[in-house]
């Protein structure tokens, strides 16, 4: 069996909360460590997916033929990840045709599955001279529902005069399932077409989380192109979490005559870090406006801050920036258990938005700068999102000169809150 496999998935809703914020920031320098909580650009994704996704063709032609990504490289050998059920037949020779439009036969393949339930994952090598970049390997259970994900693949081309061109389309995870069929546990919301399985799944900081291999179809229709049944597709896909294989890896025998014991996969540095807890602050922009997000530890993603003001474009600091450099801040001081009031002052004769460790505090960590003709109280009151669900309201304390907001109390910390009389 191969292409893109048809299944049978429940459908799931994720409702969007709708965030207004205008504003503007200043050029200030961001100091400390940069994590990977600022998503990349589309754009830097697909760049990434353009030059390591590859075509997995056979001798039958277009028919059965996937996709793949490129996980590994040693020396002039090439490791392509898979969909087990693209090159399933023992009875077909494969090869790999890259984005320079450059065949290679297939000199070694390495089918996971022990059995028709298991994880449905191949690896693939090939032998080239040219230099092509490998897939950062990220870690899939940050894939979590609501996430943004990418998938890249090469459909079959709707007609036999037509050439497979990559597609790369932008989705959400809709739902995670501990235990699958074949190992289908990442299932997103995303357009994709047979031809496209075993494809790369990207996570919103450009790594690999998954392996791309079946769509949920509701029937079938006959092409007017070719005479071909083709599925009705619901739009529902699933994919072999990354971590699985990682899993698999680390059961390998050491010294093993494979190809999965023998190549070196190395995730993402930005990945990796040790104080990358399962929740934080990240710059979103799969709707296509930059955002501010909060991720709790269970992973529930709430809105904070939408970047929508062009108001300091002109000296480079564009929406984008301002979201890279201010979620950022907010990800060291919740790290650093700095984030627990927030509140307006002056720093350096600038009026901004900042923290506090109690309420009446100064100011101690900057947020962001604000314009020299805007009022701090009502742009403190509209600068998250939230403020303006009264059920979701956080604790305002209210002092002679400013407001004090507890997003300590937000976030689940432990802050005391210090009453202050009314004026």
């Known amino acids: 069996m191969s292409g893109e496999l048809a299944m049978n998935l429940w459908s799931s809703r994720f409702g969007a909360l709708t965030i207004i914020l205008t504003g503007a920031i200043t050029a200030t320098a961001i100091v400390g460590q940069q994590y990977a909580a600022c998503a990349k650009t589309a754009e830097e ?189 619901t739009g529902l896909n699933a994919a072999i979490p990354i971590d699985s294989l990682m899993s698999l890896r680390s059961q390998a025998k050491p010294n093993g005559f494979d190809i999965l014991s023998n190549i070196s996969i190395q995730r993402s540095p930005s990945q990796t870090q040790s104080n990358l807890g399962p929740g934080g602050f990240v710059c979103d922009t799969s709707t296509g406006e930059p955002m501010t997000v909060y991720q709790n530890p269970q992973g529930f993603r709430e809105p904070w801050i939408r970047w929508n003001s062009n108001f300091f474009s002109d000296s480079g600091y564009d929406p984008l920036t301002r979201c890279k450099q201010v979620t950022q801040r907010l990800e060291n001081y919740s790290r650093n258990k700095q984030l627990n009031y927030v509140t307006v002052g002056t720093v350096n004769n600038q009026k901004v938005i900042c923290t506090t460790s109690r309420v009446n505090g100064p100011c101690e960590g900057l947020i962001y700068t604000l314009r020299r003709d805007q009022d701090p109280a009502p742009a403190l009151s509209s600068f998250f999102v939230w403020l303006g669900n009264q059920k979701a309201r956080p604790s305002l304390f209210e002092s002679s000169s400013a407001v004090y907001i507890n997003v300590g109390e937000r976030l689940g910390l432990d802050v005391i809150s210090i009453p202050v009389a009314p004026e």
Do not use: C
């Open 45 to 233: 994704i697909a760049q990434v997916a353009t030059l390591s996704t590859v075509e997995v063709n056979n001798t039958l032609g277009f028919a059965t033929s996937g996709s793949g990504v490129i996980i590994a490289k040693q020396g002039n050998i090439y490791t392509v990840l898979t969909a087990n059920h693209v090159v399933a037949s023992l009875a077909q020779e494969y090869s790999i045709r890259t984005h320079l439009e450059k065949n290679y036969r297939a000199i070694r393949i390495q089918r996971l599955p022990k059995n028709d339930r298991d994880i449905d994952l191949a690896l693939i090598q090939f032998y080239s001279r040219e230099n092509y970049p490998v897939a950062p390997i990220g870690e899939s259970k940050r894939a979590v529902v609501g996430s943004t994900i990418y998938v890249a693949g090469y459909p079959l081309p709707i007609a036999s005069w037509y050439e497979r061109k990559l597609e790369f389309t932008a989705g959400i995870v809709s739902s995670r399932l501990d235990r699958a069929s074949s190992g289908y546990g990442l299932r997103y919301q995303a357009v994709t077409r047979r031809g496209m399985s075993g494809g790369p799944v990207f996570d919103a900081d450009g790594t690999v989380v998954g392996i791309h291999g079946q769509g949920d179809t509701v029937g079938t229709v006959i092409s007017q192109w070719n005479g071909q049944i083709e599925e009705i597709k």
